[in-house]
């Protein structure tokens, strides 16, 4: 086997970056999977403070003019 690899060396430096790719598909499918198991709210709740009229009490004045 070492003497294979001696005569091809590029063909381990393939194999390698081949792994390195599937390595990377795999990480990205892995951490795609769990957003579409928990998606976010389109929109925020009808309660949320962002849809409130008034604005927050502990909110900084406009500054004055």
Do not use: N, Y
């Amino acid at each position: 086997m070492s003497q294979f690899f001696e005569d091809h060396p590029t063909l381990l430096l393939a194999a390698e970056a081949g792994v390195a790719l599937l390595l990377l598909i795999f990480i990205v499918v892995w951490t795609m999977g769990t957003a579409r198991k928990h998606p976010r709210p389109s929109r925020a709740p009808q309660d949320h403070p962002s849809r409130t009229a008034e604005a927050p009490k502990d909110a900084d004045p406009p500054p004055a003019a």
